[in-house]
């Protein structure tokens, strides 16, 4: 497969917490073993953050109202050619539309070599109430790089205003083929948060949307985003709705028409109300085009993982 471009991401760095102490479980990567129904070990991959609360305090403080403005959009994109441009008409005006904050809906901020990073992401229902879905290369470099660190969600943000709270992430999962092998085809991750000062989980918080698997293709989704590339900023939410079409690439992902530019990945695929793919990468040459995974029984396996953690 070609490889991917994951724009001021460079695969292999050394995974550095910026400014906060990092713990012994910071270093590696571990395979996690089968830990509850419907997880296969083998296409799991798992990090601890911060665990402790003084170590989630130092996540919350890192992230201040300048870092999350200057924070870099991690923009994935593949190489396109002839066979990817799209040339249907609705492609020649996407429209992603501003939407009002969603409490469900918020942004990730995270490091990597020591670099500050910004996607989207969307809480999910779980038994432990405290997952958040996102891609995987939101959360992990992929390729056999680092996993980030100073992982946290801002549930509704807006113009810098952050009406929930910061929530700092306890684990990372994602799949063995985006860690290992960089696989757009899976590149999906969940982060399971801790719980805030007066022991909230956080869908108990801001609610949820309910997570679904092994869906039909070609299903109509809205897909949500804070775009942070020109001509948006990253401030507000977006969103772009349209029929899923297959990636002409050979990809067993799926493509909606949207103009969101980076900063959007992780952003959740809503179709009949489930949440059910995420914003993940376009092709060099069409900018109108998002892709996101398909949610089979690979990334339902690290959902289960993270949602009994």
């Known amino acids: 497969m070609r490889r991917p471009v994951i724009r001021s991401l460079l695969a292999g760095a050394a995974l550095v917490v910026s400014g906060i102490a990092a713990t ?3 270093a590696g990567t571990d395979v996690t073993p089968a830990t509850a129904d419907g997880v296969r070990a083998s296409e799991v991959v798992h990090q601890e953050l911060a665990t402790t609360r003084a170590q989630q305090r130092a ?7 300048e870092r999350m403005r200057s924070a870099i959009p991690a923009d994935a994109t593949l190489p396109g050619d002839a066979s990817t441009a799209s040339a249907t008409a609705q492609d020649i005006a996407p429209a992603a539309v ?3 904050p969603r409490p469900q809906l918020g942004k990730v901020f995270f490091t990597i070599g020591g670099v500050n990073y910004v996607c989207s992401g969307t809480a999910t229902n779980s038994g432990n109430g405290d997952v958040v879905t996102t891609a995987g290369h939101c959360l992990h470099e992929g390729g056999g790089g680092s996993f980030a660190s100073a992982f946290t969600f801002v549930p509704a943000y807006n113009n810098g205003s952050a009406p929930y709270g910061q929530w700092s992430a306890s684990d990372l999962y994602t799949t063995s083929g985006w860690a290992n ?5 899976v590149d999906a991750g969940f982060a399971v948060m801790n719980e805030n000062s007066s022991g909230q989980s956080l869908t108990s918080v ?6 679904a698997f092994n869906l039909s293709r070609g299903l109509t989704y809205t897909s949500y985003g804070y775009p942070a590339g020109p001509p ?3 401030q507000t939410l977006y969103s772009c709705t349209g029929a899923a079409r ?3 690439g050979g990809q067993t ?5 949207c103009d969101m530019t980076g900063g959007s990945s992780g952003g959740g695929w809503i179709t009949g109300g489930q949440l059910n793919s995420v914003n993940s990468y376009k092709y060099t040459n069409d900018p109108n085009t998002m892709y996101g995974p398909y949610f089979g029984s690979t990334i339902q396996s690290v959902y289960n993982a993270a949602a009994a953690a």
Not at 59 to 65: D, Q, V
Not at 206 to 211: L, R
Request: net charge negative; aromatic share 14%.
């Open 24 to 26: 012994p479980a910071l």
């Open 59 to 65: 996540a919350e403080a890192y992230w201040t109202p």
């Open 98 to 100: 501003p939407e009002n």
């Open 181 to 185: 092998s960089g696989d757009f085809n």
């Open 206 to 211: 801001v609610g949820s949307y309910p997570i």
């Open 232 to 234: 948006f900023n990253g």
């Open 246 to 248: 297959l990636d002409p």
């Open 253 to 257: 992902t799926q493509g909606i028409t």
